[in-house]
């Protein structure tokens, strides 16, 4: 697949691996959300919180538009981040934690939430924002374009494990 070459031709490939989750998961109930039904005796919940944490932290990494109002709010577990390079494993571990006694609604809504927030700010964002250095990657600290182009892909990957495992259940 090419690299994308406006904001529209991103927020299109996040629409569409974001349905790729949705469409795996519509076929369950709320009770097969919830069994240990992936690897590493994960649930479909799991998934969801996981995708959602992640979701709102680049929310609140990434500098508020000027139109958005309220601004993010730090998500759960923010303050744990480690300082160190590599974080994601840890994180990941502390938002399964986290999500575990939680209740499957609750999880479902903040996904659908999150998820239109993240595509509005997107759609705020220009091509130039993603690649400019002096830009928000320099309030934030880290280059833009991979975040940004990130999250299609962690959604395709989560639907490729949802769409093998389900579909084979």
């Known amino acids: 697949m090419s690299a994308p070459q406006t904001i529209a031709d991103i927020r299109t490939r996040i629409e569409r691996a974001v349905q790729r989750v949705v469409q795996a998961i519509t076929p369950l109930s ?27 932290w ?4 990434l500098p508020a538009d000027r139109n958005t109002s309220p601004p993010p709010i730090a998500p759960p577990l923010f303050d744990q981040i480690p300082l160190a390079d590599h974080w994601a494993d840890e994180m990941n571990a502390k938002v399964h934690a986290y999500n575990q006694p939680r209740e499957l609604a609750p999880i ?12 509005q700010r997107v759609s705020q964002l220009s091509i130039t924002d993603l690649d400019d250095p002096d830009g928000i990657a320099a309030v934030i600290g880290q280059p833009v374009a991979p975040l940004i182009l990130g999250i299609y892909e962690h959604y395709e990957e989560h639907a490729h494990e949802l769409e093998q495992t389900i579909g084979s259940s």
């Open 58 to 61: 680049l929310l609140f990494t």
């Open 108 to 119: 479902q809504a903040e996904f659908t939430a999150t998820y239109n927030q993240l595509l």
């Open 30 to 56: 709320a009770t097969q959300m919830l069994e240990p039904r992936l690897p590493d005796s994960r649930s479909v919940k799991d998934v969801l919180a996981h995708l959602t944490w992640w979701d709102q």
